[in-house]
C-alpha cells in the first residue's frame, strides 16, 4: 500500500485574499485539526518562510493575528506556543458554572475559599433588593474545568435561600440544581460583563500572573416570582474563557 502524503497549501500571491490571511487560515488549521497540540512550539519565523515563501512581514502578521485570537501565545525566551482551546459560554441560557462545564465536556470542580454570614455591603443589598442591615451568606470559590482553575466565583444569597446549603458540602455544591430540588424555581437572570486584573491572591489561586486580564461577569439570578435570589461575579482567565453572543437582523 502506497502512503500518499498530505499536499502542505501554501499562499497564493494569485489570489485577492491577502497573502496573511491565506497564512493565518493554513496555520489555524494546523491547530483545529490535532496537527499542533497545545503546549507545542511553532516553527521559526525563519523556517515559515522557508516552508511557505513568503515574506517575514506576511508571516509576522499571521502569528499575530492568531495570538489576538488566542490561538498562539508568544513567550519571552521560549518561541510561539499553541494555547489550550478556549471555553466558550453561549449567552442567552441560564446555567451554573458546573452545568455550563458538563455541557462544553468538561469535569467541574471547586476549591472552597470562603463561607461566611455577613452583613450584605451596601451595592449586594441592592442587587438583593435587601434593607440596609440584612445578613447574606457568602461563598467565595475557585472554579475548575479537567482541575485546571478557571475562575474565581463568588456569590452572595439570601438567607433563606442560603438554608438550603446546610449539611452541604459547598466544594462540590451546584447551587441552583440545590435550590431547584428544594422548590425554588429560576426564572431569568441580568448579566454585565466588564474587564478587571488579577489582584495577587487571585492570581495564586489561577496560576497566572498579577494584574493579568481577566473578564468578569455580575450576575442578578431571579426566582419565578421575580425576586433576586442570587448577586454574584466571577473572574475568569480570559486565556481561557470567553463568551458568544449569536445577534440576528
Sequence with gaps: MINKERIEPIPDPRLPTPLYYQLQTILN????NGDW???DLIPTENELIKMYNVSRTTVREAINAL?????????QGRGTTV???KIVETLGHLTGFSEE????GYEPGAKLLLEE???????VAEKLNLAKGAEVYHIKRVRHANNEPIAIEQTYWPLEIAQYFAGEDLSTAAFYS???????QLKDAEEFISASAASKEHAQHLDIKENTPLLKLERITY???????EYCFNEFRSDRYNYRVHLQR
Design 37 to 39: 497540540q497545545p503546549g
Design 178 to 184: 440545590l435550590i431547584e430540588s428544594n422548590g425554588v
Design 101 to 104: 462545564m458538563i455541557n462544553k
Design 83 to 85: 494555547c489550550k482551546p
Design 223 to 229: 426566582s419565578l416570582r421575580g425576586v433576586p435570589v
Design 67 to 75: 495570538v489576538n485570537e488566542g490561538k498562539l501565545e508568544k513567550r
Design 117 to 123: 454570614r455577613i452583613v450584605a455591603p451596601d451595592k
Design 29 to 32: 488549521a494546523k491547530i483545529d
